[in-house]
């Protein structure tokens, strides 16, 4: 099924609905949330998912598992999706909180196949056969760590958002502190607290996922400065440690071949 709203079909008694749907660049989709899990794969593009718990950036022909009645948000740039809309109790492996995954070539080219199946699709022979192969495909891949807490509280989560919107190298402790009415060492003590790290390295962390979308258009060098950086090696070391793979390999088609990190 392609550019159908689950909303159509959500009432079939099948236990993966396979749809894809093409976003145009910049796309929000608002807060919301579905009965069923979802597989949520960008065959082109950046997607970034949002939760009251935390944000997950989910660069190209990679996925999101998110599981059933999470309210959630996902903007979409430049995104082609494969999504699988799944009951819940077909897969009562799947994770508790939204988790960014690798997609193998082979279940690439199973979700391709299934979005051509009708919302009925017969289960007995091929289309069954491939419904239940991406099931187990799902559950053999690897999470990647393209994710970042955001703070229980409102005041610390608003800080948060804000600078996940505009990330900023500039910024302080002492200055967030200020905002929230905090001494340093207090506010530095709370927020670690809450999202398990400091506030300078969960801002470093903010950067870096920032340029994710970035490295699609530009190169390392003009990212390596935006974020932050004093030069592209360095930019590249601190990706490379966070994600456990080089910038280089996020480039667009454009710049594949020629990004010299």
């Not at 506030?199 to 870096?208: F, H, I, K, M, T």
């Not at 994710?212 to 060098?221: A, D, F, G, K």
Request: glycine share 8%.
């Amino acid at each position: 099924m392609r550019n159908i709203p689950l909303d159509e079909v959500d009432h079939v008694e099948r236990a993966v609905l396979p749809i894809g749907t093409d976003y145009p660049p910049g796309h929000l989709l608002d807060w919301h949330e579905h009965r069923r899990a979802q597989f949520l794969y960008g065959a082109t593009g950046v997607m970034v998912v949002d939760t009251a718990d935390g944000t997950w950036t989910v660069p190209p022909e990679r996925a999101v598992l998110i599981p059933a009645a999470t309210r959630h948000r996902v903007r979409m740039l430049g995104v082609s999706t494969r999504s699988l809309y799944i009951e819940p109790d077909a897969v009562p492996w799947w994770p508790a909180a939204c988790t960014v995954v690798e997609v193998s070539p082979l279940l690439r080219e199973l979700l391709a196949v299934a979005v051509g199946f009708e919302a009925g699709y017969s289960l007995a022979g091929r289309e069954g056969a491939v419904a239940t192969l991406i099931l187990h495909e799902i559950n053999a891949g690897s999470p990647l760590p393209f994710h970042l807490r955001v703070p229980a509280s409102a005041d610390l989560a608003r800080l948060c958002r804000a600078y996940l919107a505009a990330p900023d190298a500039g910024a302080t402790n002492a200055a967030w502190a200020a905002r929230v009415a905090m001494s340093e060492r207090a506010f530095t003590r709370r927020f670690r607290a809450e999202t398990g790290d400091s506030p300078a390295v969960w801002r470093g962390r903010a950067r870096l996922l920032a340029a994710v979308p970035l490295l699609r258009e530009r190169s390392v060098t003009e990212v390596s400065g935006r974020a932050g950086y004093a030069s592209p090696a360095a930019f590249t070391a601190a990706f490379t440690r966070s994600f456990g793979m080089p910038p280089s390999r996020f480039a667009g088609p454009a710049r594949r071949g020629r990004t010299a990190w």
